[in-house]
């Protein structure tokens, strides 16, 4: 079975820095992988998609890789701002089978001015 | 377009009541999804439907029943509700992005507390 940890659980920076997030997952029989947004109180919000053969995707300030030998994807956030605050959560379908993705539990980001 | 849309973003329930969450997307996707998203639980499927017709349980389906009605609509019925239902409920759904792979599109929730 699927399991899909995200590191740290919080974090809380000032502003201007660049962070990075991490999702590891256990098995790497992936289809893709889907870095999602939530802020407090909403739904997902969609940032990022890998495919299982990329290495890479870039959208803005955000920049996802991954690495599917090591069951490991990061997302990097360049040059934080207070608005970047809200849980990042990951998602990862078996490449096989129906589209059922496993989320990790997020990381909570609080960026203070 | 609207993408996916749950109706209603508030409910509060006695515990015995029974009521319908009602989940509709746009965007002619085949798959759709129930989540329930707990503190310290993160998102747990309840049920998913692959394409109109068709519906599988998720790891937590005890207690709720699904219908499928069409493509676009995807309903979740909680027949008799029990404290242990207070959650945050999510619709999703899901097809082929334009890069060729699967994406996932959530709506805004349904913020459910069982009394």
């Known amino acids: 079975k699927q399991e899909v940890t995200q590191i740290p659980a919080a974090l809380s920076v000032p502003e201007g820095e660049n962070l990075v997030l991490n999702c590891s997952f256990t098995d790497s029989a992936i289809y893709n992988l889907q870095w999602f947004r939530q802020d407090p109180g909403k739904g997902l919000t969609s940032l990022l998609l890998i495919q299982s053969s990329q290495r890479e995707q870039t959208s803005g300030r955000l920049n996802a890789s991954l690495d599917k030998s090591s069951g490991r994807s990061t997302l990097y956030i360049a040059a934080s701002q207070p608005g970047d605050s809200a849980t990042y959560l990951c998602?990862?379908?078996?490449?096989?089978?129906?589209?059922?993705?496993?989320f990790g539990r997020g990381t909570s980001l609080i960026v203070h001015p | 377009n609207a993408g996916v849309t749950q109706t209603p973003k508030f409910q509060v329930l006695k515990t015995g009541q029974s009521m319908t969450l009602q989940c509709a997307q746009d965007?002619?996707?085949?798959?759709m999804y129930w989540y329930r998203q707990d503190p310290g639980m993160g998102l747990r499927l309840i049920y998913y439907?692959?394409?109109?017709?068709?519906?599988d349980k998720g790891e937590v389906p005890n207690g709720y029943n699904v219908s499928r009605l069409n493509k676009r609509e995807f309903s979740l019925r909680l027949e008799s509700a029990a404290p242990s239902q207070t959650s945050v409920y999510f619709c999703?759904?899901?097809?082929?992005?334009?890069?060729?792979?699967?994406?996932?599109?959530f709506g805004p929730g349904t913020r459910l507390t069982v009394t």
């Open positions: 965007m002619n996707h085949n798959s």
């Open positions: 998602a990862v379908p078996p490449s096989g089978g129906s589209y059922i993705p496993t």
């Open positions: 439907s692959a394409s109109e017709g068709t519906t």
């Open positions: 999703a759904s899901s097809e082929k992005a334009g890069t060729g792979g699967y994406e996932q599109y």
